[in-house]
């Protein structure tokens, strides 16, 4: 849900948003103010992902409002106004939208998709932040073994978890990282993988693929030696004679 504040001297002005709000499921209306110095302490008590905020406004105008939460957690913020003349400042102070009063129930919709599309961005920065920050600590208290992948595509990076990780296999000069429906290419090789893998839930299986051994739901035996290994995706595997003793090792440490 989208924690939405709706910010308005006006009442008719802040219900025709209400209701062009109201059939939007994600969207969540957590309160209203009618002036901007309860505004603020709104924002800091609610803490809204979203707010609508007029420009002009007794007390405290919107730029006001965003003023006194400088440095703090900002929500996105639409600003809805009757005036046009303020539109290049809103933007200076990375307003997401500006509309004009009355407001068209279409521009308003545009607008909310636009918040969402923000918000789901930012989740994703956070997320990433926090992923970082693991990994950064990891690194601070001196883990052996890595816990997460950097994976880099086009425009991004990803941090895998190695928890998350299924079975990796030599894919040409990459190595294929399979991890639930998923997969992605890295520069590395099967060797050094090993060597930072924690060998305790990675274990080679055949000379092209690693497993992680908390993946595998089933082991069947072949005649000749080798044996077929189910992962819990219904993925099968082999695992080669020559790294079965080493296998059942690691198995036998779990």
Not at 89 to 109: S, T
Not at 119 to 135: E, T
Not at 220 to 247: A, E, H, I, T
């Amino acid at each position: 849900m989208i924690r939405t504040l709706i910010i308005d001297d006006v009442p008719l002005a802040r219900d025709r948003l209400k209701r062009c709000l109201a059939d939007d499921a994600e969207i969540e209306i957590v309160g209203e103010c009618d002036n901007g110095e309860k505004a603020v302490a709104d924002i800091r008590s609610l803490a809204p992902d979203l707010i609508f905020l007029d420009v002009q406004m007794p007390a405290l105008d919107g730029f006001g409002v965003l003023e006194a939460l400088r440095g703090e957690r900002a929500p996105v913020v639409i600003f809805v106004t009757a005036y046009n003349e303020y539109a290049i400042q809103a933007f200076e102070v990375n307003a997401l939208d500006y509309l004009l009063k009355p407001v068209d129930f279409e521009r308003l919709n545009k607008a909310v998709v636009r918040a969402k599309a923000r918000l789901a961005q930012l989740n994703r920065d956070d997320h990433f932040d926090s992923r970082v920050r693991a990994m950064l600590e990891d690194i601070k208290t001196g883990s052996k073994y890595i816990k997460r992948l950097t994976i880099k595509l086009t425009g991004r990076t990803i941090l895998l978890p190695t928890d998350e990780i299924d079975w990796i296999e030599t894919h040409g000069n990459y190595m294929k990282v399979h991890a639930g429906r998923e997969s992605h290419l890295i520069r590395a090789t099967m060797q050094s993988l090993e060597t930072k893998l924690n060998p305790e839930k990675f274990v080679r299986v055949h000379r092209s693929a690693i497993v992680n051994v908390e993946k595998i739901k089933e082991i069947y035996p072949r005649s000749n030696g080798d044996q077929d290994l189910v992962l819990q995706n219904g993925r099968q595997l082999m695992l080669s004679r020559n790294y079965r003793d080493k296998f059942f090792a690691v198995l036998g440490d779990l």
